[in-house]
């Protein structure tokens, strides 16, 4: 199997950087079709429309309906057809990105997405999940191009709750250690070959830019501002998580996340929340040395990362529960099995409490 490595056209990122989009999509396209929400035109929509007439590009505004779904899709389809366009834009949070990306593969067209957020690293990669219209897990479409553009205005970002760049934290968090795993166990990628040098490189400088500048960061964003912390926090989230989770590959962190979904307890909690759980109850699965459990303990500390099965929503789970969430993270075809050891639903359940005791002893 070859070594491969998939990444977005061009990657754009800095403060007011949204003004720049027409000219941007221009090259693309020239009518362009923005999925957005309404409380994101409310935002962004004048800058964007100014931006793509100053483009001479001509640039229809179409609002989502909130669910990443195929009857979605198909509605957006039907108005971009007959609309006549040909590049799509979405501008907003992971549904949207993931709807726009879907959307340009079925009408065969390029596409910019355009994250208002950097709360997880869906925005680069080949791949949207989709849901059925009632918002339940369907399927992943696994797309043959990343996205031509990604563009991200880190004013706009760093406006955003800071709650939701902490969860980025928190999936970026995952990234080195899922990649350094799938490599150590010489196991295939989401980009379909192994694990290259440059994806690790990457995943490792992911890993140093959170511990570097993850502190700083919340504490700006929390003030609404953009600092060169935020800005490298919001690249570690966004390209430097999005290139290292899709050509590092996926290992324990993320297939523990997908346990604890089994648990309704945690459906408050945020994707990149939970992965950071599942990061640490990675690290004792593969019996990490306790100073790098001490690392990445302090780091969600100091972020505001859950380390408990009670940071969770998790007060007092029951065995069964607990097991449920094991047998779910450890289900043939996981990305669990993407470690360098056997692993079985077993070793997940004494793994889920051992962290949370390691979580529990150092707070
Ligand atoms: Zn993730």
Redesign the pocket.
């Known amino acids: 199997m070859a070594n491969i490595i998939i990444a977005p056209g061009r990657y754009i990122q800095g403060q007011g950087e949204l003004n720049n989009i027409g000219k941007y999509a221009q090259p693309l396209g020239t009518k362009a079709f923005v999925l957005i929400s309404k409380s994101g035109y409310d935002r962004v929509g004048e800058t964007v429309k100014k931006s793509f007439e100053a483009a001479r590009c001509s640039v229809y505004f179409e609002y989502f309906n909130g669910e990443c779904c195929k009857t979605e899709i198909n509605r957006l389809k039907a108005r971009f057809d007959e609309l006549g366009c040909d590049v799509c834009v979405g501008i907003g949070g992971g549904k949207i990105h993931d709807t726009a990306k879907a959307l340009a593969y079925y009408v065969k067209k390029p596409v910019v997405v355009v994250p208002t957020i950097a709360g997880?690293?869906?925005p680069c990669s080949a791949l949207s999940v989709i849901y059925t219209d009632e918002g339940v897990f369907e399927e992943y479409l696994w797309l043959p191009a990343n996205p031509n553009v990604v563009l991200v205005d880190t004013d706009v970002v760093s406006k955003a709750p800071a709650r939701l760049l902490v969860s980025g934290m928190g999936?970026a968090l995952?990234t080195y250690f899922e990649a350094k795993a799938t490599a150590d166990a010489d196991a295939a990628t989401c980009a379909g070959g192994k694990v290259t040098r440059a994806a690790l490189v990457l995943a490792r400088a992911c890993y140093d830019t959170l511990l570097a500048d993850g502190l700083k960061a919340r504490l700006a964003v929390e003030q609404h501002v953009c600092t060169p912390a935020v800005e490298n926090i919001i690249e570690a989230n966004t390209y430097l998580s999005g290139i290292g989770?899709e050509s590092g590959g996926l290992a324990g962190a993320?297939a523990i996340?997908n346990g604890f979904t089994v648990a309704p307890e945690t459906h408050k909690m945020y994707?990149?929340e939970k992965?950071a759980f599942g990061t640490l109850v990675q690290l004792v699965l593969q019996n990490a040395d306790m100073e790098q459990i001490e690392e990445v303990l302090d780091f969600c500390m100091s972020v505001g990362l859950p380390t408990t099965l009670a940071d969770l929503g998790m007060e007092n789970p029951t065995e069964e529960t607990l097991r449920t969430v094991a047998q779910a993270a450890a289900a043939p075809g996981e990305t669990i099995h993407n470690m360098p050891m056997e692993v079985t639903a077993d070793k997940v359940y004494a793994a889920i409490l051992a962290a949370d005791a390691l979580g529990r002893a150092y707070k």
């Open positions: 997880t690293d869906a999936d995952a989770f993320h996340h994707h990149g992965v």
